[in-house]
C-alpha cells in the first residue's frame, strides 16, 4: 500500500520539518512539496 502526504514546502527547513519529513518516509508515505497552498486547495477542484 502507498501512501501520499502533501503540503507547501516551507521558506526554511527547520529541524522539525526534516524530522517530520523523515518519519512520513519511514512509515511509507511520499511527501509531496508544493510551492502554494492553492496547489493543494483550489487547483485541483478546478
Not at 523523515?22 to 485541483?44: A, H, N, S, T, W
Request: net charge negative; no cysteine.
Amino acid at each position: 500500500m502507498k501512501g501520499w502526504f502533501v503540503e507547501k514546502r516551507p521558506q526554511v527547513e527547520t529541524d522539525r520539518y526534516i524530522g517530520k519529513k523523515f518519519f512520513m518516509e519511514r512509515v511509507g508515505l511520499k511527501v509531496i512539496e508544493v510551492d502554494e497552498y492553492d496547489d493543494i486547495y483550489k487547483i485541483p477542484w478546478e
